[in-house]
């Protein structure tokens, strides 16, 4: 046996029989040879590491654009937390630790300059419409590697395209929302567990809010501090998951309910704060107006991207490009494409 065999006979002996195996991975897009070393969805988790468009992660807003401050969350150290909680759920219902930790890492992938105000911008402006769970799916299938794609496994797959939620419910409820995996099912609250707690930290931070503001309910039951909200979250999901487990992820309804009560408070009072909506709808209008750029002068959008033709329809390849943009390269781009330039006077 090589290692990757021994690794996946562990699995076989020690994870629930609920977790997803490496060895009975629904397979890739395209037939390659295992390695030899690393079990399926290790070896994707590793690739999705290395890609370039999780390197730009580090450069992409969560909530807050461009802070002076050096501890506000960015889209990267978002995806990181997503991941530490998902590894612990994970790990305490014996799930498959590689298959969680592949799917969280490659959740946001698709996600576009300025937050969730520069998706809603590329939904509206873009004929084909726009959502980061489906551009997350295309980067791995198609855009890393020069188009060739990332390869990944099904079930990887599957759990980056049914991560997102919105204002929709922490669990999937619908058949079709649901993914096949129990591994995505734990990344897809985890993913609610980081944000809603990681954003609060960060509004505190920016006097967006004070903590005195925080629904009394939510304080009482779930903590007052960000690790108190936390771990009452995770403790909420491992014990109702494993309560009820030939049902699949659960979480406790009280802690549930305060989960969505203190999104809902995120929503009114941060999300949706006239301080910070503002600056967003600002970075809408650069999207736009590169957007409609491009597509009036497609031989400058070949320039600029070093091609000598489109790949696919020339708004798509434009939305491909704008989505993948970190917040300061758009910025850069449209000054240096509509903003005058200082005058330089020979000497």
């Known amino acids: 046996m090589n290692v990757r065999e021994r690794l996946e006979d562990r699995e076989e002996r020690t994870l629930s029989r609920y977790a997803q195996k490496s060895s009975v991975t629904r397979g890739r897009q395209r037939p390659e040879r295992p390695c030899d070393i690393r079990p399926a969805f290790q070896h994707d988790r590793d690739r999705i590491i290395h890609s370039k468009a999780f390197r730009r992660l580090k450069h992409k807003t969560q909530v807050f654009l461009f802070p002076t401050d050096d501890h506000y969350r960015t889209r990267l150290t978002h995806t990181v937390e997503v991941s530490q909680i998902a590894r612990t759920v994970a790990k305490a219902l014996f799930l498959n630790e590689d298959l969680t930790e592949a799917i969280a890492l490659g959740h946001d992938l698709g996600h576009g300059p300025f937050g969730h105000a520069g998706e809603e911008a590329l939904n509206r402006i873009h004929k084909g419409g726009f959502s980061h769970q489906e551009q997350s799916l295309r980067i791995v299938d198609f855009l890393e590697r020069d188009g060739q794609g990332l390869n990944l496994t099904l079930e990887v797959r599957d759990g980056i395209l049914k991560h997102a939620k919105g204002k929709g419910d922490i ?162 781009l449209y000054e240096k494409l509509f903003l005058p330039l200082p005058w330089k006077i020979a000497i």
């Not at 669990?171 to 809603?196: F, H, M, N, W």
Request: charged share 35%.
């Open 171 to 332: 669990l999937a409820k619908s058949q079709g929302d649901k993914p096949l995996t129990r591994e995505a099912e734990v990344v897809r609250i985890a993913d609610v567990i980081a944000y809603t707690n990681h954003d609060v930290d960060d509004a505190i931070r920016g006097h967006v809010i004070e903590p005195s503001d925080l629904p009394d309910e939510c304080v009482k039951s779930l903590g007052g501090t960000h690790g108190q909200r936390i771990d009452s979250m995770v403790r909420g999901v491992i014990s109702a998951s494993l309560e009820n487990e030939e049902t699949g992820i659960c979480i406790e309804k009280k802690t549930e309910e305060r989960m969505e009560e203190l999104r809902g408070f995120l929503w009114e009072r941060v999300y949706e704060n006239r301080i910070v909506h503002e600056d967003f709808e600002k970075c809408s209008r650069i999207l736009e107006e590169l957007y409609a750029y491009f597509l009036k002068k497609p031989e400058a959008f070949l320039e600029e991207t070093s091609r000598i033709d489109f790949y696919d329809e020339p708004a798509t390849c434009v939305c491909d490009y704008l989505s993948g943009m970190t917040d300061r390269y758009a910025f850069n």
